[in-house]
C-alpha cells in the first residue's frame, strides 16, 4: 500500500455508556430518547453493545406503552442482530416495527425497516430483491427530504447494482449518492468510495482501486465504520494480490479478518476465511488453506444454519400475513351486509311512512270496503298456511345445506393438512439432501488437500505417488458427484442462483479447455477448437463465470465418455444477432428420439454407455440446462444415431434494462 497514513478516531467509550444507564433523566421518554440515540451512534461499531442499549429503550417504551418508540427500539436491535449474522431474528424485529410503523402512517421508520431488510436479502445474495426493497426505501426517504438516508439507499442501490455486474449503472447511482452526501451528509461517502474501488478492481484499474480503497478506508477508521473498514481491507488485499504483492495482499486480508472478529460481524469473517483460504491455496500452502477453509466451513455452517431459521420466519410472515387479508377480506364483507340491511331497513321505513299517509287519507273508503275485506279474510289464511308449509321446507333445506358446508370445510381442512405436511415432507427430503451432500463435501475437500499436500513433497517412492496421484483423481470425481448432487438439490428447492458479470466467452472456453487436457488425454481423445468472430473483444457478454465454466466442463466430459477412443471432439463458439453460440460435436453413437425427451431431467440412464466403462451420476445435462435456463439461454442436441451428437446452447448476450418507475 501508498504511504498513506490511517488513524482511527477514539470510539464512544465505556463511561459514556455505563453513564446513559446510571443517569437520572427527567422522565422516561427522555432516557429512552438518549438510550436509542447512543444505540444508533455505536451500531456500525459494536452491535452487540447496540442490542443492549435498543433492548434497555425496549423494556421502558413497553412499561410506558409508547409504540412508535417500541417500534424504533426493535429497529435497532435487528439492525445489530443482522450485523451479527442473527438473520432470523433481525427479521422479526424488522417485520413487527415495520407493521407498527404501518398503522402509525410513519413512512420514515417503514423507510428503515425495507433497508434493513435489503441488507438481509444482500448478504443471502438475493441482489434483485435487495434492489427492489432499497429502491422502495429510497423513495420514502426522498419523500420526506431526509437526505442522509436518501444518500445512503442509493449507496445500497450502487452496490446492489455492482454485484449484478452492472457497473455504468453503479457509478451512476453513486455519482447521486455523493452529490448529495458531500453536500449534505457526509456519513456514507466512504461506503461509496468502496463501492467505487471495486468497481475499478473489477476492470482492472489498480491505481483507482487503490486510491478509492486507501480513502474508504480512511474515512471508515474516522467514522468507526467497521463494515466499511472490512470490506475496503477486502478489495485492497484482492488489488494487491492480483498486482503480485502477496506479501501486503495477505497482510490486508488478515488485517480485514481481524476487524471482522472484533466487531463480531459474522458475514464478514466468512468472506475474509474465503478469500485467505484460497489466496494459500494459490501459493500451494496447504496447510494454512486447509486451516482457513475448515475455519471458513465453521462460519458458513452457522450462517446456513440461521438462513434456514430466516426461510422458517419468512414462512411465517407470509401465513400471518394471508391470515391478516382472510381476515380483512371477511371484515369487509360483513359490513357490506349490514350497510345494506341499514340500507333496506331505511328504505323499508320510508315507504312504512308514506303508507300509513296513505291509509289516514283512505280511512274512510276502508271503513266501506271492510266487509268485502272480510270475506278475502279466509283466502288470506290458505296462503298464510302455504306460506308457512314452505317456510318450514325452506329452513329443513337451509339445515341440511349448513351440515353439508361444515362437512366441506372439515374436508378442505383435512386437505390442507395433508398438503402442508406433503409439502413439508418434501422440502425436509431436499434439505436433507442438500445437508448430507454438503457435510460429505467438506472431509472430501480435506482429504484432497492433505493429498495434494503430500504430493507436493520429493521424499517418496514412485508407487506411492502414483498411489497419491490416483486418490487425488478419484477425490477429485467424488467432489463432483457431491457437487451435482448439491447442485441437484438447490434447484429443486428452487435455491440455485447466478451471480451475472462482464466476462469473456472465448477466455472461458479457452481455460475449460486447458482443465479438460488430462483427462481426453488418458482417452487419447483430442480437441478442435474453432471461433467465428477473431477477435477476444467479440466475445463478451453478461454471465455466472463460474456456472458458465460448470456447463462447458460438463459438456467436454459427456462428449469425451461417451466418444470413442483416439477420436475428436470439435468445440465452436460465434456471435450472431446478439448471441452467444457454442457447440461441442462427438464422433459417438448419438442420441436416440426417446433419449433426448428424456436427457435433460435428473437421474435419466440413456441408451449409450460410456466407451470407458465411466460412471455417471445422471444430474449433469439436467444442472447444464437449469443453468442455461437462469441465463435465459437454450439449450438442444441434434444427433442421427450412429453419427455423433452435437450439443448446442444459445446465450443473450446482455441482461434486461432494470424498469425504472
Sequence with gaps: MANTRLRAQTPLSEQNIRAAFATKYSSDTAKIWHLQKLAQDINAVNPDLTILLADSSLKIARKLGLRREIAQAQRLIAFGEQRIGKMSRAMRQYVEAYNTFQELHDTVGMAHCYNGLGIITFEQKKYDQALEYFVQANRWFSAQNILERQSASLSNM?????????????????????????????DTVGFARMTLSEIALQRKNFSQAQYYGETALQLALNKKNKVVETRALNVLGL???????????????????????????????????????????????????YKYLSKAEQTHDS????????????????????????????????????????????????????????????????????????????????????????SHEIALIN???????????????????????????????????????????????????????????????????????????????????????????????????????????????????????????????????????????????????????????????NASKYAPLNSEIVVRIARTHGMMRLEVQDQGPGVTDADKQKMFGFFQRLSAKPTAKESSSGVGLAIVKNIVD??????????ERGNGATFIIELPVGLPVLRKD
Aim: hydrophobic residues 40%.
Design 303 to 390: 450462517l446456513m444454519r440461521e438462513e434456514q431459521s430466516l426461510a422458517q420466519v419468512i414462512l411465517e410472515v407470509q401465513n400471518e400475513r394471508q391470515r391478516r387479508e382472510q381476515e380483512t377480506a371477511l371484515l369487509e364483507e360483513r359490513n357490506a351486509r349490514q350497510v345494506a340491511i341499514i340500507f333496506g331497513m331505511s328504505i323499508g321505513g320510508i315507504l312504512f311512512l308514506g303508507l300509513s299517509a296513505y291509509l289516514l287519507l283512505l280511512n274512510k273508503r276502508i271503513l266501506r270496503i271492510n266487509t268485502a275485506l272480510e270475506q278475502e279474510k279466509f283466502k288470506v289464511e290458505q296462503q298464510k298456511n302455504i306460506v308457512d308449509e314452505q
Design 239 to 289: 488489488s494487491a494480490l492480483q498486482q503480485g504483492k502477496s506479501a501486503e495482499g495477505i497482510r490486508l486480508l488478515e488485517r480485514s479478518l481481524e476487524t471482522g472478529l472484533q466487531a463480531h460481524l459474522a458475514y464478514r469473517v466468512w468472506e475474509s476465511y474465503e478469500l485467505l483460504s484460497r489466496t494459500a491455496f494459490e501459493q500451494k500452502d496447504f496447510q494454512t488453506a
Design 630 to 639: 437462469l441465463h435465459k439461454g437454450k439449450i438442444w442436441c441434434e444427433s
Design 399 to 557: 339445515q341440511e345445506l349448513a351440515v353439508r358446508n361444515q362437512e366441506l370445510s372439515s374436508i378442505n381442512g383435512d386437505l390442507r393438512q395433508l398438503n402442508k405436511e406433503l409439502t413439508e415432507t418434501e422440502k425436509n427430503r431436499l434439505q436433507m439432501l442438500g445437508v448430507v451432500s454438503h457435510d460429505l463435501r467438506s472431509p472430501l475437500s480435506t482429504v484432497l488437500l492433505i493429498s495434494e499436500y503430500a504430493l507436493s513433497s520429493d521424499d517418496m517412492s514412485e508407487h506411492t505417488r502414483k498411489l497419491l496421484v490416483k486418490q487425488s483423481e478419484t477425490l477429485h470425481r467424488l467432489i463432483q458427484l457431491t457437487n451435482d448432487i448439491l447442485d441437484a438439490a438447490q434447484q429443486e428447492m428452487g435455491m440455485m442462483k447466478i451471480e451475472p458479470m462482464r466476462v469473456n466467452l472465448l477466455r472461458i472456453v479457452r481455460f475449460v479447455l486447458e482443465e479438460t487436457e488430462e483427462i481426453l488425454e488418458k482417452k487419447g481423445q483430442t480437441i478442435s477448437f474453432s471461433q467465428r468472430n477473431d477477435g477476444v473483444e467479440d466475445y463478451w457478454l453478461f454471465a455466472d463465470e463460474r456456472r458458465l465454466e460448470q456447463v462447458i466442463g460438463n459438456l467436454i466430459s
Design 158 to 186: 450502487a452496490y446492489s447494482l455492482l454485484k449484478k455486474g452492472l457497473l455504468d449503472s453503479a457509478e451512476k447511482t453513486l455519482s447521486l449518492a455523493m452529490a448529495i452526501d458531500m453536500r449534505y451528509a457526509k
